[in-house]
């Protein structure tokens, strides 16, 4: 029965199949975590019943007018920073929508604000080139239908209705892909007991069926996990860490510039050099970045976060051409740093500051060039056994890494997955 279930998707899918080829080579998204709760600088997924006691949480809609929003000026940033498609929450765990819902009269026309934040930085986004997408929570612990409330899923709701709930979650993200061409759904709060493993598949067959070019992450699966059998998510998402190295299955991770998701006043920001490592340890884990911002309650997002972005805007205007549209490996990250490709192509990124003589024991290809791609550095490259041995010198970049371009005598990914260096320094 599993089996059948299974083929039907297989062949329903053929036909128009989820843009992964697009969803890989995009690597660097936008996350946006927003809503009323800014105006209390506590976290959007778990402060409401917590921080702040739920009625007070439930009231801040009515004071929600962010009239310094301007989603031009966002995806102006969005494009400097050189981010290819933009995920806001559409809604969190506390049940708010940033676009008018026709499920729900707790949206943004209940607010004074009264405009569709949704349409407006879907269509900034898409004007300039980026792919509009959306955060959608399956849980939702403040609608009478859910089940289990706030805080933290640890109440019981009487007269609960799930399939209710359910219906909601199908009319609200075909309503979002609908409206506002989304390419990606972005899933989250999957984990409960009241949104069982028949119903994620069950959801899954709808939506599939009416978008079967839409990405979707893993997390629309009960589990998180993608079972045999299953149709499963098109990519996993490691929140708050980095993946690990795989060139096997789609991934993307998910990061804060700060402390917290939502807004937080004086939060603890990562350095630019940090956030470039974070950058160069997830593409070459062959991995995607989705980076959060978290907008203040005028709509403005804050002076440390834009700053971070424009340094990486900056770095990327240079070394892009190591990023987007390539893939991960042929040699496996690690503490070295790591590499990326794209045809003929082997771009080095080396993370270690001391790095001087990099032995890569196995390529089973020959390089028929290498030069360094950061000022005031070289590279050169030896024959080593079946290997090779890259020498760099110069002073290395003040913030990111040291970048080596290799060009091959054949196509880089046909080479697979191969050990990283087993020396970086020269002995001695
Ligand atoms: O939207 C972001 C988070 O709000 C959401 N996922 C990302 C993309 C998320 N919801 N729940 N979780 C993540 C799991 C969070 C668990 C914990 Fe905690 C947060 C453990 C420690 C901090 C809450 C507070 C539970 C314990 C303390």
Same mark, same amino acid.
């Given at each position: 029965?599993?089996?059948?279930?299974?083929?039907?998707?297989?062949?329903?899918?053929?036909?128009?199949?989820?843009?992964?080829?697009?969803?890989?080579?995009?690597?660097?998204?936008?996350?946006?975590?927003?809503?009323?709760?800014?105006?209390?600088?506590?976290?959007?997924?778990?402060?409401?019943?917590?921080?702040?006691?739920?009625?007070?949480?439930?009231?801040?809609?009515?004071?929600?007018?962010?009239?310094?929003?301007?989603?031009?000026?966002?995806?102006?940033?969005?494009?400097?920073?050189? &981010?290819?498609?933009?995920?806001?929450?559409?809604?969190?765990?506390?049940?708010?929508?940033?676009?008018?819902?026709?499920?729900?009269?707790?949206?943004?026309?209940?607010?004074?604000?009264?405009?569709?934040?949704?349409?407006?930085?879907?269509?900034?986004?898409?004007?300039?080139?980026?792919?509009?997408?959306?955060?959608?929570?399956?849980?939702?612990?403040?609608?009478?239908?859910?089940?289990?409330?706030?805080?933290?899923?640890?109440?019981?709701?009487?007269?609960?209705?799930?399939?209710?709930?359910?219906?909601?979650?199908?009319?609200?993200?075909?309503?979002?892909?609908?409206?506002?061409?989304?390419?990606?759904?972005?899933?989250?709060?999957?984990?409960?007991?009241?949104?069982?493993?028949?119903?994620?598949?069950?959801?899954?067959?709808?939506?599939?069926?009416? &978008?079967?070019?839409?990405?979707?992450?893993?997390?629309?699966?009960?589990?998180?996990?993608?079972?045999?059998?299953?149709?499963?998510?098109?990519?996993?998402?490691?929140?708050?860490?980095?993946?690990?190295?795989?060139?096997?299955?789609?991934?993307?991770?998910?990061?804060?510039?700060?402390?917290?998701?939502?807004?937080?006043?004086?939060?603890?920001?990562?350095?630019?050099?940090?956030?470039?490592?974070?950058?160069?340890?997830?593409?070459?884990?062959?991995?995607?970045?989705?980076?959060?911002?978290?907008?203040?309650?005028?709509?403005?997002?804050?002076?440390?976060?834009?700053?971070?972005?424009?340094?990486?805007?900056?770095?990327?205007?240079?070394?892009?051409?190591?990023?987007?549209?390539?893939?991960?490996?042929?040699?496996?990250?690690?503490?070295?740093?790591?590499?990326?490709?794209?045809?003929?192509?082997?771009?080095?990124?080396?993370?270690?500051?001391?790095?001087?003589?990099?032995? &890569?024991?196995?390529?089973?290809?020959?390089?028929?060039?290498?030069?360094?791609?950061?000022?005031?550095?070289?590279?050169?490259?030896?024959?080593?056994?079946?290997?090779?041995?890259?020498?760099?010198?110069?002073?290395?970049?003040?913030?990111?890494?040291?970048?080596?371009?290799?060009?091959?005598?054949?196509?880089?990914?046909?080479?697979?997955?191969?050990?990283?260096?087993?020396?970086?320094?020269?002995?001695?």
């Amino acid at each position: 029965m599993v089996a059948t279930l299974a083929a039907v998707v297989l062949a329903a899918s053929s036909a128009a199949s989820p843009d992964i080829a697009w969803f890989q080579s995009a690597r660097l998204g936008m996350f946006i975590h927003w809503g009323p709760v800014a105006l209390r600088g506590t976290e959007i997924g778990w402060s409401r019943g917590a921080q702040v006691p739920v009625e007070e949480y439930d009231s801040l809609y009515l004071r929600f007018n962010p009239t310094a929003f301007d989603a031009d000026a966002w995806m102006d940033l969005a494009k400097r920073a050189g &981010f290819r498609y933009v995920v806001p929450t559409a809604k969190h765990h506390d049940g708010f929508c940033l676009w008018p819902s026709s499920q729900t009269d707790y949206d943004i026309m209940a607010t004074p604000f009264r405009r569709d934040i949704l349409a407006e930085i879907s269509a900034a986004a898409r004007k300039r080139g980026i792919a509009p997408c959306s955060y959608y929570s399956i849980l939702d612990w403040r609608s009478p239908d859910y089940p289990l409330g706030s805080p933290g899923g640890k109440t019981a709701k009487e007269n609960a209705n799930m399939d209710r709930h359910m219906q909601v979650v199908l009319a609200e993200t075909t309503e979002l892909v609908r409206r506002y061409g989304l390419k990606m759904l972005w899933f989250d709060g999957q984990w409960e007991a009241p949104y069982t493993r028949e119903r994620s598949l069950a959801f899954q067959r709808e939506l599939r069926a009416r &978008f079967p070019k839409l990405v979707v992450n893993n997390r629309i699966e009960a589990s998180g996990r993608m079972q045999p059998g299953d149709p499963g998510g098109d990519f996993a998402t490691p929140e708050q860490h980095v993946g690990e190295y795989n060139t096997k299955s789609p991934w993307e991770t998910c990061m804060t510039l700060g402390d917290q998701w939502a807004y937080r006043p004086n939060d603890r920001y990562k350095s630019l050099d940090q956030v470039l490592t974070i950058l160069v340890q997830t593409v070459t884990g062959d991995g995607n970045l989705l980076l959060n911002v978290g907008p203040d309650a005028e709509g403005r997002i804050p002076p440390e976060q834009t700053k971070l972005l424009l340094g990486m805007g900056q770095w990327l205007a240079r070394h892009g051409q190591a990023v987007y549209g390539t893939r991960g490996g042929p040699f496996r990250n690690g503490a070295w740093g790591g590499a990326t490709r794209r045809g003929r192509t082997v771009f080095l990124l080396v993370l270690d500051r001391k790095a001087d003589q990099l032995s &890569f024991p196995e390529l089973p290809a020959r390089v028929r060039s290498c030069r360094s791609l950061v000022p005031g550095m070289t590279a050169s490259v030896e024959t080593e056994g079946h290997g090779i041995r890259v020498r760099l010198s110069g002073t290395r970049p003040e913030v990111g890494p040291a970048i080596i371009r290799l060009d091959l005598d054949r196509d880089a990914w046909s080479l697979g997955d191969l050990p990283g260096p087993t020396q970086t320094a020269a002995a001695g």
